[in-house]
């Protein structure tokens, strides 16, 4: 799990078209809403760190030498209290067809926060095939676009499908729409 700062960072450091050669699998985009129940802990938590940059101490970091680009904020709380988790497997990790998501280190996308099972619920991602998501018995459930999954039985999943493990809410990016997103977030202010 990473900052969306830093994908930020890195989107205007090596260039959109390096960019998305480097980052081919679908993301989620934590919501700034911090679930229904208002948990703060995911701001904390998410970034690994205390919010210690501004909006606008950022437009001033994100400046890549001669290119002037500039993190446009049309809301500030925009890019605070988000983290992005790729949907990849974990070198090494057990059960190949699947990518787990859970408390736990040893899931393929680690999500270490108290509402969160061990072994919350997994993606099934196969070349040429639709995203699948499944809960996987989990305490505070696994919603997509405001349904409750059925424990273990795989549901597709769309561009932009909206994904709530316990009170935590994600958007789903294809590579492709999060490029577009990041190219919005660094247009050059006007």
Partial sequence: M?????YIREYVRVGP????????SHLLVSRAD???DGDREFN???????????????????????????LHLAE???VEARAVLEIVKRPGGPFSERISVGRTRASDMHLPLTKISKFHAYFTVSEGAPIMLADAGS??????????LPPKQPMEVDD?????????????YSPDRFGEFLEKLTEPSP
């Fill in 34 to 36: 911090f679930g229904e």
């Fill in 139 to 148: 305490t505070n459930g696994t919603f997509l676009d405001g349904e409750k």
């Fill in 76 to 78: 500030p709380e925009l």
């Fill in 160 to 172: 932009g499908a909206v994904i709530r493990f316990g009170p935590y809410t994600f958007e789903l």
């Fill in 17 to 24: 078209e390096r960019f998305r050669k480097q980052h081919t």
């Fill in 44 to 70: 904390t938590v998410a970034t690994g760190i205390r919010r210690t940059m501004r909006p606008e101490a950022m437009r001033n970091t994100l400046e890549a030498g001669s290119q002037e680009h500039l």
């Fill in 2 to 6: 990473r900052p969306l700062e830093e």
